[in-house]
């Protein structure tokens, strides 16, 4: 039996969880408030992932940067790899909300999209 | 003299809400003055992810959040002047405003909805002994540079205090290619959200320093280094704690204050919990006919909230505008006691609530296992158990009106009842 005590990321609730694997594979979860948490919980302790949140340089523009994201969580260790790419980037208006700036980051089935018109 | 029935101060996610609202409940004759050049507020600057999941059960980036309101209004044919300054407004509802583009007006409105959010508590506020050298900004200004103009701030960073913005920004420095060597926070706790702590902070291994504060600034025309000390209970600095962080720049994410100079010149009377303008159960400050909402009222941790807030200050500035709100019939008082610091509104009139009041209140301490105690006069009429209370976490608290409607008393008051 192994315990593990984090605090759930999904959303501004934070809530603590405390996860119980038993001897046969088995997850028990406490304290969340939602079905997120168990998904949460088996995801952070088998394969992390984030989203990653920055910004690429605009040409021509009135703006100087555009804000993006990735499309899905992006495993944890590759965050500074995706963020040296994203930062080779250059775009020019026009964009749209949801338009994809770098397809399949790292091969990671993870695209980078617009988080704003421009 | 140009006039409106809604007019709108500030175009951030409270005035883009509130509008919004106002014309849903009828109103055609809004305006919205902005002083930044394009709506949505500070969102804009808020690149990182979280926002909207109670509003739209998904969640999105701040400039997300702001592009759904921004094109609704638009979409809505809502009238809206950027660059332009509001100057002055008066109990008689009349507005003077600038811009290069229209020059100066005078605008009269039946309605006004305050919606000037908040601004940064600065290093002047604190008072933070040491040098005066560049290198210093609040945690907010920093955040605009980097995400808005491009501009990496510094190297080597130290955050003092621990609010959402300085670990947003910690984590934002660090995937820039700052090091940020250490946050600060002079209480025995941190004022931001925990899933903010998970992801900002330990992701990146960045050490929390709890009652800890910057005891000195170094550095002529850079900052240096700066010296940290931990703090005794009375926040006083130990001596024989200091260590030295050699650094060239400092985040200060040291609180929010709402940004009233509008409402008291004004002559709105204001909260000295909040801060912000005394409201009713409407969202009407104690000028008849100037509404409040979001950041100007108190400061709120999520926008949702503050969304929700404004879609109620914006539909009452509806109901106002045909004069659909009672003075008349009973009313009560709210009061925060025992371990409550503040509760929005102040006042309640029992007859403008439909179905439900919505409370919005903050703990001063962090209580686990307690109970948030709702008394009428001295009468309980209802307890709500809470798991965990902490002063970075807003309660809001739903309560039916017939929990209320048909009792007599003068004052509600809410108290932390702790566990046995």
Redesign the interface.
């Known amino acids: 039996m192994e315990k593990h005590n984090l605090?759930?990321?999904?959303?501004?609730m934070?809530c603590?969880l405390e996860i119980t694997i038993t001897e046969n594979g088995g997850w028990l979860i406490e304290g969340n408030q939602c079905k997120r948490g168990l998904s949460y919980a088996q995801k952070e302790l088998t394969a992390p992932t984030?989203?990653?949140?920055?910004?690429v340089?605009v040409k021509n523009s009135?703006?100087?940067?555009l804000?993006v994201?990735s499309s899905d969580g992006i495993p944890?260790e590759k965050?500074?790899e995706a963020?040296a790419l994203i930062?080779q980037v250059t775009v020019e208006p026009p964009i749209s909300?949801g338009d994809i700036i770098i397809e399949n980051i790292l091969d990671t089935g993870v695209n980078i999209i617009s988080?704003?018109?421009l | 003299m140009i006039n409106y029935e809604v007019v709108v101060i500030g175009g951030g996610p409270a005035g883009l809400a509130a509008a919004i609202e106002a014309k849903r409940n009828g109103v055609n004759n809004i305006l919205v003055i902005e002083r930044d050049?394009e709506l949505g507020g500070i969102l804009?600057q808020c690149?990182?992810?979280?926002f909207g999941?109670h509003v739209f059960k998904e969640?999105l980036?701040?400039?997300?959040y702001?592009?759904r309101f921004i094109k609704e209004l638009k979409d809505m044919g809502i009238e809206y002047k950027l660059d332009t300054m509001v100057l002055s407004l008066n109990k008689e509802k009349v507005i003077h405003a600038i811009s290069r583009e229209d020059g100066y007006m005078i605008i009269k409105a039946k309605a006004v909805v305050l919606a000037m959010g908040c601004r940064e508590r600065t290093a002047g506020a604190i008072n933070i002994p040491g040098t005066r050298p560049s290198g210093v900004f609040s945690a907010g200004t920093a955040q605009r540079y980097?995400?808005?103009?491009?501009y990496l701030v510094g190297k080597k960073v130290v955050i003092l205090g621990s609010g959402d913005i300085g670990l947003i920004m910690a984590r934002?420095m660090t995937?820039?290619g700052a090091k940020v060597l250490a946050v600060a926070e002079i209480m025995p706790y941190s004022g931001g959200?925990?899933?903010n702590?998970?992801?900002c902070l330990n992701?990146y291994n960045i050490p929390l320093y709890l009652s800890h504060t910057i005891t000195e600034i170094k550095g002529r025309d850079r900052v240096t280094s700066v010296v940290i000390s931990q703090v005794d209970e009375s926040m006083k600095p130990i001596p024989g704690t200091e260590f030295e962080l050699e650094c060239d720049t400092v985040l200060l994410s040291v609180g929010l204050i709402p940004e009233n100079e509008l409402s008291e010149q004004a002559g709105i009377e204001i909260d000295p919990r909040t801060k912000g303008p005394y409201v009713t159960e409407t969202m009407e400050t104690s000028i008849d006919g100037v509404f409040a909402c979001g950041n100007v009222v108190h400061v709120h941790?999520?926008v949702d909230f503050v969304t929700e807030e404004s879609r109620r200050a914006g539909k009452n500035a509806a109901k106002y505008v045909k004069d659909l709100i009672t003075n008349q019939g009973k009313s009560f008082n709210t009061k925060p006691s025992n371990g409550v610091s503040y509760i929005v509104p102040q006042k309640v009139r029992v007859d403008n609530i439909d179905n439900t009041l919505d409370i919005f209140l903050r703990v001063r301490a962090i209580y686990n296992n307690a109970k948030l105690v709702l008394k009428a006069d001295d009468e309980v009429i209802k307890e709500y158990n809470k798991k965990?209370l902490a002063p970075g976490e807003m309660e809001h608290l739903v309560l039916p009106k017939k929990l209320f409607a048909d009792k007599d008393f003068d004052t509600l008051t809410i108290e932390v009842k702790e566990a046995n």
Do not use: Y
């Not at chain 1, 984030?50 to 910004?55: D, E, K, S």
């Not at chain 2, 690149?47 to 979280?50: C, D, E, Q, Y």
């Not at chain 2, 980036?61 to 997300?64: I, K, L, M, W």
């Open positions: 605090i759930c990321i999904n959303c501004p934070g603590r984030r989203t990653l949140t920055t910004t340089k009135l703006l100087r940067r804000p994201k944890k965050i500074f963020m930062n909300i988080s704003r018109d | 050049r804009q690149i990182h992810n979280g999941l969640e980036t701040g400039p997300e702001a592009h980097i995400n808005i103009d491009g934002r995937l820039e959200l925990n899933r702590i998970v992801q992701d941790d999520l965990h």
